[in-house]
C-alpha cells in the first residue's frame, strides 16, 4: 500500500516547472482585453 504521507515528503518539485513558472510571470502576454481595448482606441482615432 502506498504511504501518502511519505511520499509527499520526499517529493521535490522538478527544475522545469519552476522554470517555467518564472518564464510565465515574467512574459508580457497579451490578452482579450488588451486587443479589445487598442481596437477601441483605434476606432475612436478614426472618427
Known amino acids: 500500500m502506498i504511504d501518502f504521507d511519505k511520499e509527499i ?7 522545469e516547472v519552476e522554470a ?3 518564464a510565465i510571470v515574467k512574459a508580457d502576454l497579451t490578452d482579450m482585453t ?3 481595448l487598442e ?3 483605434k476606432s ?4
Not at 9 to 15: H, T, V
Open 44 to 47: 475612436i482615432e478614426s472618427e
Open 34 to 36: 488588451d486587443i479589445m
Open 20 to 22: 517555467v513558472e518564472d
Open 39 to 41: 481596437l477601441m482606441k
Open 9 to 15: 515528503a520526499r517529493f521535490k518539485p522538478s527544475l
